[in-house]
């Protein structure tokens, strides 16, 4: 997992490997120790595995990250990643465009 400065407005926080109850406590802080920037990007482009726990962990960091007037936001989900996100309908939440949907 590694985090970076894309701008003053933008952390792009990138998590690799499984994103599972294993990974969750990790990932969280990762998430929310990303700086002052306005907007924290999940890259998930490595993210071999997500279950409801890694779901979880995004949940909770867009919740905490809000009340303190930032943002979340879910770039380059993986296919596996893609799936879970349609099929809980939080692809919608995450601002995801998924591939074939209507907003492509």
Excluded: K
């Amino acid at each position: 997992m590694t985090a970076s400065d894309n701008s003053l407005d933008t952390t792009t926080v990138r998590v690799t490997g499984d994103l599972d109850m294993e990974a969750a406590g990790r990932v969280l802080e990762e998430l929310l120790a990303s700086g002052s920037a306005s907007t924290v990007a999940a890259d998930l482009s490595g993210v071999d595995f997500m279950d409801s726990a890694g779901l979880r962990v995004l949940l909770e960091a867009r919740s905490v990250l809000e009340s303190h007037g930032r943002s979340l936001v879910v770039v380059n989900p993986a296919g596996p990643v893609c799936r879970l996100l349609e099929v809980t309908g939080m692809a919608t939440v995450f601002g995801v465009d998924l591939p074939g949907s209507s907003h492509s």
